[in-house]
């Protein structure tokens, strides 16, 4: 009886309204029917859902639709969404946005290489053989699949290539995530997400969310990348689903001697002020070290005179910085032949051969050490078909417009050096600092195994002028570095 009675009070409480519940209704057949709860009003407009967005004082007056489109008074999110615009300071998008108030900035970045990416798209195609000069990316010719040999490196540049630039967001890689168009510069991410609307200078995080991966801006911080196989990275685990450590950008790196500059404080704008935009002056080390008394100041904006010495205000830690003048008697007498670097550079960037094979063979156990590849895209798809029995599809995204195709790019070196500065005499007769940036091999896979290109090289060594940002004393010995390319009476 107890045990019966104690089963009815539970039923009872189970089976008993919520205080925030209505008793059931009635209707007239016998249905229950529960009353819907009271509608919660929402706020209309974009602060309803959004809430409060973080603005510099240049924009703050600005209503959200003002950039971004959509309605303001709305608070249904198809009505409000209506005619939206998510990045408004796109390329596709920049000038009806940003330049309504900045038309002059957005109309000379539009002509800059950081927008056309002109000289890298044209160096690449003509190595390969092509004829003639594209203006922008958007003019990439698109192939699927690649047929001839320019079809594969228009393929590789759209798919492979073009992945940090101001048409996309980049890798999903906690440094490297930016925005688009203007905002790729002026707005700040941290951890892969914006960190506020606030517009502002471009600081040097901005610069290496591109500048990364053995390129400029990674020697001027002293990185230089591991290898891509798992052996040879550090820390080490025995397989890749162990090694947690973080990768801001792709992959470790050794930490090799920053440029000089940058151990005195200097930033990437002090030397290169609206790189952004279309400059139409050129600077290099001679314009502020070779700089004289009665000379106009060199046209980075931020050096003055003091006391006959030039003096450059560092426009990220806020310091006068005096410029030292070229007081050796070796700028006398080798600095119209030999190039700065040639004697000043501590180290280079030297990865050659570089290997690249478009695969649309579902084939994946051969890539088990060489997951990372400085691609997110491709790292998270090896990861996933090497250990999970339902593989994603062999796909990769077209870094310009986002559309995915079939096939992956896949990329490995035949070694990566960076010790042995590479120096010869460029067709101006200037000695200078080379890299092996075009010593690239093609190859082609099909969905059969079979290899519709194999190795395919370029028409010259690929070696081109390059320029390290590893600045540094020159040392006893760096008449050694060039001797052997001045002529006899020179030496």
């Given at each position: 009886?107890?045990?019966?009675?104690?089963?009815?009070?539970?039923?009872?409480?189970?089976?008993?309204?919520?205080p925030?519940e209505?008793?059931?209704?009635?209707?007239?057949?016998?249905?229950?029917?529960?009353?819907?709860?009271?509608e919660?009003?929402?706020k209309?407009?974009?602060g309803?859902?959004?809430?409060?967005v973080?603005?510099?004082?240049?924009?703050?007056?600005?209503a959200?639709v003002?950039c971004?489109?959509?309605?303001?008074d709305?608070?249904?999110?198809d009505?409000a969404?209506?005619?939206?615009v998510?990045r408004?300071?796109?390329?596709?998008?920049?000038?009806a946005?940003?330049?309504s108030?900045?038309?002059?900035?957005?109309?000379?970045?539009?002509?800059?290489t950081?927008?056309?990416?002109a000289?890298?798209?044209?160096?690449?195609?003509h190595?390969?053989?092509?004829?003639?000069?594209l203006?922008?990316?958007?003019?990439?010719?698109?192939?699927?699949p690649?047929?001839?040999?320019i079809?594969?490196?228009?393929?590789?540049?759209r798919?492979?290539?073009l992945?940090c630039?101001?048409?996309?967001?980049?890798?999903d890689?906690?440094?490297?995530?930016?925005?688009?168009?203007?905002a790729?510069?002026?707005?700040?991410?941290?951890?892969?997400?914006?960190k506020?609307?606030?517009?502002?200078?471009?600081?040097?995080?901005?610069c290496?969310?591109?500048?990364?991966?053995?390129?400029?801006?990674?020697d001027?911080?002293?990185?230089?990348?591991?290898?891509?196989?798992?052996?040879?990275?550090?820390?080490?685990f025995?397989?890749?689903?162990?090694?947690?450590?973080?990768?801001p950008?792709?992959v470790?790196?050794?930490d090799?001697?920053?440029?000089?500059?940058?151990?005195?404080?200097?930033v990437?704008?002090d030397?290169?002020?609206?790189?952004?935009?279309?400059?139409?002056?050129?600077?290099?080390?001679?314009s502020?070290?070779?700089?004289?008394?009665?000379?106009?100041?060199?046209?980075t904006?931020?050096?003055q005179?003091?006391?006959?010495?030039?003096?450059?205000?560092?426009?990220?830690d806020?310091?006068?910085?005096?410029v030292p003048?070229?007081?050796?008697s070796a700028?006398r007498?080798?600095g119209?032949?030999?190039?700065c670097?040639?004697?000043?550079?501590q180290w280079?960037?030297?990865?050659?051969p570089?290997?690249?094979?478009?695969?649309?063979h579902e084939?994946?156990?051969?890539?088990?050490?060489?997951?990372v590849?400085?691609?997110?895209e491709?790292e998270?798809?090896?990861?996933h078909?090497?250990?999970?029995?339902?593989?994603?599809?062999?796909?990769?995204r077209?870094?310009?417009?986002?559309?995915?195709?079939?096939?992956?790019w896949?990329?490995?070196?035949g070694?990566r050096?960076?010790?042995?500065?590479?120096?010869?005499?460029?067709?101006?007769?200037?000695i200078k600092?080379?890299?092996?940036l075009?010593?690239?091999?093609?190859s082609?896979?099909?969905a059969?195994?079979r290899?519709?290109?194999?190795n395919?090289?370029?028409?010259?060594?690929?070696?081109?002028?390059?320029t390290?940002?590893?600045?540094?004393?020159?040392?006893?010995?760096?008449?050694?570095?060039?001797?052997?390319?001045?002529?006899?009476e020179?030496?």
């Amino acid at each position: 009886m107890k045990r019966s009675l104690l089963l009815f009070i539970i039923l009872l409480v189970l089976t008993s309204c919520r205080p925030d519940e209505s008793p059931p209704q009635q209707q007239a057949g016998g249905t229950a029917v529960v009353q819907p709860a009271a509608e919660v009003p929402v706020k209309k407009g974009c602060g309803g859902c959004h809430g409060t967005v973080l603005l510099d004082p240049a924009h703050q007056q600005l209503a959200c639709v003002s950039c971004h489109g959509g309605e303001d008074d709305e608070s249904r999110i198809d009505k409000a969404h209506a005619g939206l615009v998510a990045r408004p300071s796109h390329p596709s998008h920049a000038a009806a946005t940003c330049g309504s108030c900045h038309p002059r900035q957005v109309a000379d970045a539009a002509q800059a290489t950081h927008y056309t990416l002109a000289n890298k798209i044209n160096q690449i195609r003509h190595h390969f053989g092509a004829r003639d000069t594209l203006r922008a990316p958007g003019e990439i010719p698109v192939t699927t699949p690649p047929a001839t040999p320019i079809a594969l490196v228009d393929d590789l540049l759209r798919r492979r290539c073009l992945r940090c630039h101001v048409y996309t967001s980049g890798d999903d890689y906690p440094a490297v995530t930016h925005g688009t168009g203007c905002a790729a510069c002026h707005l700040a991410f941290d951890n892969g997400k914006m960190k506020s609307h606030a517009f502002a200078t471009p600081t040097d995080k901005q610069c290496l969310s591109c500048h990364y991966g053995n390129y400029v801006g990674s020697d001027y911080y002293g990185r230089y990348e591991h290898d891509y196989n798992w052996e040879y990275r550090t820390p080490y685990f025995s397989t890749t689903e162990h090694n947690t450590a973080p990768r801001p950008y792709g992959v470790e790196s050794h930490d090799l001697s920053p440029d000089l500059h940058r151990q005195r404080g200097l930033v990437c704008i002090d030397c290169h002020p609206r790189n952004g935009h279309h400059i139409k002056k050129t600077i290099d080390c001679r314009s502020c070290h070779g700089w004289q008394p009665g000379q106009p100041l060199p046209p980075t904006g931020n050096v003055q005179v003091e006391d006959a010495v030039l003096v450059l205000n560092g426009r990220g830690d806020g310091r006068k910085h005096r410029v030292p003048a070229l007081r050796h008697s070796a700028h006398r007498q080798y600095g119209q032949q030999v190039a700065c670097q040639v004697c000043h550079g501590q180290w280079g960037f030297n990865d050659a051969p570089i290997h690249l094979l478009l695969s649309y063979h579902e084939e994946y156990e051969p890539w088990e050490r060489l997951t990372v590849q400085a691609s997110s895209e491709v790292e998270s798809l090896l990861n996933h078909n090497l250990y999970y029995s339902d593989e994603e599809p062999l796909v990769m995204r077209d870094g310009l417009n986002g559309e995915v195709r079939p096939g992956v790019w896949y990329q490995g070196y035949g070694q990566r050096r960076w010790e042995q500065i590479l120096v010869a005499r460029d067709s101006d007769g200037v000695i200078k600092v080379f890299r092996p940036l075009l010593d690239l091999r093609l190859s082609m896979v099909q969905a059969d195994g079979r290899a519709s290109f194999d190795n395919l090289g370029g028409q010259s060594s690929g070696l081109l002028p390059y320029t390290p940002h590893t600045t540094g004393h020159a040392g006893l010995f760096y008449l050694d570095r060039f001797r052997h390319l001045l002529p006899h009476e020179s030496k």
